[in-house]
């Protein structure tokens, strides 16, 4: 789009005269000047600064993440290595809003699945502006507890140390022993009753970035970063190999051959990308459902270092619940998206008919990322792997000015209203776009506008203006009750 509006001025990315505009409005529809400009920035933040939560296994890791975020979410069981469906989730103390990633138990010395739950914490520090290192205070610092704090030394992130397990006076001074930890105060918790935790969230807060470090796009000349995520053995360090045109990554069919994330720097179309390649770990069948959730976590730290996310789908396989819950990881983490269909030169006509069936119905939330359908084996229709990134980014990076926004809204009410409910008709009044990678556009109505109508209005926003590879995030702010203003 050509009328984009750079950001970066006192008014978030609206300018002076798109902004007094706009509150003039707010203001002849009811809204104060607080409100509104509380609703833009509430809608406007960036990628939130993301909180890990790393320590042993059974120390009360996913308990204290279940506080923190005030539900239950992250399972808890005696033994580590429970699945999760997700990983990250989003908290919010004292009105601020965070990440929090929880991690599986933290072990030195470990082989097979043990140690992957040890790579696997290292790479949510790695990701993370800040660490909440949990610590059993009924049994003490242990040798494993020191090994974290040597990896936590090493990171250089702000840590907050957490003695959970303190239910009462008497475990004070438990606690108080693990000063000796070297990671300055120890803060006394009992993340099953809740005591303790308002304090130990105030420390967070202190410790996490208004903003998270990490800035994206080519603000510090860097390359643009695109995760390679997917399924384990989809073809994701093939595809790496063939588009840097050299063996980078060593391939094999055994699923866990890559131990590490992979930064490639490679120059494509005659621009230089960094490729992080998230080659899927080790599955045993016994323990196929907590690899999956050490996948997820791995995935989940390259998708927050990257802008665009590639998602590989091996063709050859119907459409799987993990491909959509990886691409929704993708989405909900706001990050451009690319669906690679990998494979595709093995197709028979058959499959190809299927295949497209299944895409139509399993995928069809995502209808709007550019697809591309690939053969990272042969290298077929490579070609077209950077245009295809190169829309997702410009529609991540698309703003719509506010006059054309609120053009757009005023036709689009008329002409389909919002369903009456309880004799009543809600209105969306007016709206603007409050930031951009991914946009995000806060909408101003007289009263609830129902999920249906929501999706309805990201649809039309679509057709009307593009946002091709990009996810939306639409906010409603409801118009208190009270007196229009003369």
């Not at 003039?24 to 509430?42: K, M, N, R, S, T």
């Not at 997700?86 to 929090?100: C, D, H, L, Q, S």
Request: aromatic share 6%; hydrophobic share 40%; glycine share 10%.
């Amino acid at each position: 789009m050509n009328d984009q509006i750079d950001s970066g001025d006192e008014h978030g990315e609206l300018g002076d005269a798109e902004y007094t505009d706009f509150m003039e409005l707010a203001a002849q529809e009811g809204f104060d000047a607080e409100e509104v400009e509380g609703a833009i920035d509430e809608a406007g933040h960036g990628p939130l600064p993301v909180l890990a939560v790393v320590g042993r296994p059974n120390v009360g890791k996913s308990t204290l993440v279940n506080r923190i975020i005030g539900r239950r979410e992250a399972v808890v069981e005696d033994k580590p290595g429970v699945t999760r469906d997700r990983v990250t989730y989003e908290a919010e103390w004292a009105g601020r809003r965070f990440k929090v990633v929880d991690t599986g138990g933290w072990e030195q010395d470990v082989l097979g699945i043990d140690a992957s739950v040890a790579a696997q914490a290292e790479y949510a520090i790695e990701a993370a502006d800040a660490v909440v290192f949990v610590v059993d205070s009924t049994v003490g610092a242990t040798d494993t507890d020191e090994a974290v704090v040597r990896l936590l030394r090493k990171a250089g992130k702000p840590v907050v140390l957490c003695a959970n397990k303190v239910d009462g006076q008497s475990g004070e001074a438990d606690a108080t022993a693990l000063w000796s930890l070297g990671l300055g105060e120890p803060h006394p918790v009992s993340s099953l009753h809740g005591r303790g935790t308002g304090d130990m969230l105030d420390a967070v807060l202190e410790a996490l970035p208004d903003a998270p470090a990490q800035t994206f796009g080519t603000a510090l000349g860097g390359p643009r970063r695109i995760a390679l995520i997917g399924r384990p053995n989809v073809g994701k360090s093939s595809l790496l190999n063939k588009v840097a045109g050299e063996e980078r990554v060593v391939v094999n069919e055994i699923a866990g051959t890559t131990r590490d994330p992979v930064d490639e720097l490679i120059q494509l179309g005659g621009t230089v990308w960094k490729f992080i390649d998230t080659a899927g770990i080790r599955r045993k069948v016994h323990l196929q459902e907590g690899a999956d959730y050490y996948a997820s976590l791995r995935t989940a730290a390259a998708v927050e270092k990257a802008e665009v996310a590639v998602v590989l789908i091996d063709t050859g396989e119907s459409v799987s619940v993990q491909d959509q819950r990886i691409i929704t990881m993708a989405v909900e983490a706001g990050r451009a998206l690319v669906i690679a269909y990998n494979k595709w030169d093995t197709l028979d006509e058959e499959r190809r008919y299927y295949l497209e069936r299944e895409i139509e119905t399993e995928l069809a939330q995502v209808a709007w990322a550019p697809r591309v359908n690939v053969s990272a084996r042969t290298g077929r229709h490579m070609e077209r792997l950077v245009p295809a990134i190169e829309t997702a980014l410009a529609g991540w990076e698309t703003r719509v000015p506010t006059g054309r926004l609120n053009a757009f809204l005023g036709e689009l009410v008329a002409a389909h209203p919002h369903p009456v409910r309880g004799g009543k008709q809600p209105r969306i009044l007016f709206g603007t776009q409050a930031g951009t990678k991914p946009p995000r556009f806060v909408l101003f109505a007289s009263g609830f506008i129902e999920h249906g109508y929501r999706r309805f209005v990201e649809r039309r926003l679509r057709e009307e203006f593009g946002f091709a590879g990009t996810p939306i995030h639409i906010s409603v702010r409801v118009r208190e009750k009270r007196g229009r203003k003369k």
